[in-house]
């Protein structure tokens, strides 16, 4: 399945990211550490490796985020943090439950990247909006070296404070069962995501930012999470921790209840991989595990997921997560009070049928018989595959919150061939690879679009009034989203319909969501 390994690639292959040109910074006293960062030659300040939570080890291992402890003297922000360990996704021809880095892995992970103007840092009151990004990788791989917050800057006319963040992946971020939640904390890494939008909050104005000017923006598993924070604490999360939430390619897998019997299977693997089976109390015995030999465990475990799929992920929670996404985006219980969409327009997207029960094991016959059902029309079986995967999974979720933001939605979509999961990353971020498309004037219109919601909340009001996209129109307005193509080199940006089709196929995924754990 390619579209996954588009994902993975895009994500794992990128170089960690230099400033050979750099000098150093202002410091930024953050009350438990002072920071020096560097200023590139473009006068843009790099803040790399800010610690904005204890080190998850030892007994703080399957914990929330703790506040760092306080640290003497000017720490240099000056290169890129260690990535949290990695995983991959599943290559098994069935379901067994019916990269390369530039940078160095450790447990020791949670830290954060903050870019801005190079006169912005050490402002008293910040002034300019803030743009938080959280990246993909499946919850099991992505790192913040992966991407240059310089792009978004110049893209945005200097006019954003740019923050990625990183966050525990696989099993050390999203190790879930009964005996996480009594001994632990379920959702860590969504927790982590959680803390470190509260470090925003109190932090971002000592770098230029404005903290009540908050946009969070994520691809792929970046854009589950920001999901996963749209829906948290039933949207009253607080205080607010921002205003506007964007999403490329949303990634909604099955999210079960945290004792479901999958989750608890897959803490019974894990035990069993650690030497754990015979231990007194499972989660001590995990907490004393080498970080190696559990980092083990998470690659063969993943690897172990049926083809595709991915296993370490966001559970029901009872308390963060208190329900389904959708049963949330539903009710309208959501965080944030505009949105901006985007998606890919894959190849639309063996045998439908029993995809459908290998993807999502609570389906029965008569539900993945109708899936075979309502697919057969749309081409040959592995474009029927494709197509219930990339719709179930990433296109239907972003109908379903345009639906819960009505009056206040934007939607996209990027069709540039072949228009597969996560080719519009190098468009926004160039310093992670080339965009396919050279043509500028398309580039500015479809990067902009992000920068511009990021800024005023509203993709028309533009950075640059000379940019190619025409008046866009909320989506609830006709079922209208913007189209970014080309034809024959000639870049076509103008708004379509959705198709009604795939709204019915999307109807059919939101009313099997008890089945799907979506």
Known sequence: MFLRHQLIHLILAATAISFPEAHLGPVVDLGYAQYQGTVSAANISH???????????????????????NVPGVQQATTQPKQCFQAWWGTSPTNPLETRAAVASSEDCLFLNVYS?????????????????????????????????????????????????????????????????????????LLDQDFALRWVNKHIAKFGGDPSKV????????????????VANDGKTEPQLFRGAMTSSIFLPSQYEYNHRIPELLFREVVAQTSCTTATDSMVCLRATDANTLQAANKKISKGGFWGTFLF?????????????????????????????????????????QYALDLFPGFGAVHASEVGSIYASLGTELFQENAIQGESIFICPTYLLLRAFTGAAFKAEFAIQPALHADDL??????????????????????????????????????????????????????????FNETAGVPVVKPVMTSNALLERCRFWDSVGHKTAQ
């Open 47 to 69: 803040f790399l490796g800010i610690q904005y939570a204890a080190a998850p080890l030892g007994d703080l291992r399957f914990c929330a985020p703790q506040p760092p402890a």
């Open 117 to 189: 103007s190079g006169d912005a840092p050490g402002t008293t009151v910040g002034n300019l909006p803030v743009l938080v990004y959280i990246h993909g990788g499946g919850y099991v791989a992505g790192k913040a070296s992966a991407y240059n917050g310089e792009d978004i800057i110049k893209q945005s006319n200097r006019g954003l404070v740019v923050v990625i963040i990183q966050y525990r992946l696989g099993v050390f971020g999203f190790l879930s069962g009964a005996e996480v939640k009594n001994k632990g904390a379920l959702n860590a890494g």
């Open 215 to 230: 946009t969070i923006w994520g691809e792929s598993a970046g854009a589950g999470s920001v999901l996963q924070h749209v």
């Open 313 to 353: 992920l966001p559970v029901v929670d009872g308390s963060f997560i208190r329900q389904r996404a959708t049963l949330s985006l539903l009710q309208g219980k959501v965080n944030g009070v505009r949105t901006y969409f985007v998606n890919q327009s894959t190849e639309a997207t063996a045998n439908a049928t």
């Open 426 to 483: 190098p468009y926004y971020w160039p310093s992670l690879a080339t965009p396919s498309y050279q043509n500028r004037d398309f580039i500015n219109a479809f990067t902009q679009t992000f920068t511009s919601f990021a800024i005023s909340q509203d993709p028309n009001m533009k950075i640059n009034p000379a940019t190619i996209t025409p008046r866009w129109e909320k989506w609830d307005l006709g079922h209208t989203e913007m189209l």
